[in-house]
Every structure is written in C-alpha cells, then in structure tokens.
C-alpha cells in the first residue's frame, strides 16, 4: 500500500514497547489514526479549517509525541510562520512525518533536516495541547 505522508517507504522501525499490540510499525499507527484525527484532536487556530479530507491538519506536534511514546527517538520541528514548528519524528536513521499530508503540494518543499529538537515540557505547557494529546491517546487505547 503507499501512503502519502513523508519518509512512508522507511517507516518501518518497531515499537520499544507494547502499548498498543496492534501497532507494528508507524504505518499501523498512521492507519489507526486516519481513523481517530478529528476537528476536536486539531489545533484550536486551525479547527475552521479543519475535514475528514485534511484529516491531518493541526494535528502534528501530539501526533509526533504520540508516535515518539511508542517509537521512541526525537521529535523536530520544522520552524513555522508566527514561531510554530511543525513537529515530526526521528528515530535512528529514520524519519517520518505521519501529518506532512496537510501542506498538500507545498509539503513538497519541507526540509526536514537540521531543526531544532522539540521538547514536551514545552509544547504542553500549553494545557489545550496536553488535553489534546491526552485525548488522541484515549482514543487509540480504545481503538
């Protein structure tokens, strides 16, 4: 099957953990999402936006906090207009971008190489993004 989030062809590291038996690798976990991302999971900013056709739209830094629970490695993040960054994952030599989808033809010109490291602590200082972090998890406990 081909998927159309970044680095797809290499996502194939396995869990350091049996959270979630049913996540191999994180295509599973893409997969499982697809069904579960929703406007409430997507960033208050961006909700307006938000559809089931850009299912992945405001969901990157819990989405890639989430894959690093049960990957492991790092999360980076992508610098952003108005000091966001837009957070993917990096375990060992392998990198993915479960939510690269929602830039359409501009995810083309990402660069995913010398960002800087993204930090939990910080991104969920924010308690809206905790919340939703928290729920995105529910939710795949209960898939």
């Known amino acids: 099957m081909k998927y159309n989030f970044y680095g797809w062809e290499n ?5 350091q953990n049996n959270i979630y038996p049913f996540i191999k690798n994180p295509r599973d976990l893409y997969d499982a999402l697809s069904k579960i991302w929703c406007a409430e999971t997507c960033a208050p900013r961006m909700r307006d936006k938000w559809s089931p056709d850009n299912k992945t739209l405001g969901q990157c830094s819990i989405t890639a906090f989430l894959a690093q629970d049960i990957f492991g490695g790092k999360v980076y993040g992508i610098p952003r207009s108005g000091g966001n960054f837009h957070c993917y994952n990096v375990i060992g030599n392998c990198c993915f971008d479960l939510t690269s989808e929602q830039f359409g033809e501009e995810a083309k010109s990402l660069v995913y190489e010398n ?4 930090f939990r602590e910080i991104h969920f200082a924010k308690e809206e993004k905790r919340l939703r972090y928290e729920l995105l998890k ?4 209960e898939k």
């Open 115 to 118: 960002n800087p490291e993204q």
């Open 138 to 141: 529910k939710k795949l406990a």
């Open 11 to 15: 996502a194939l590291v396995s869990p």
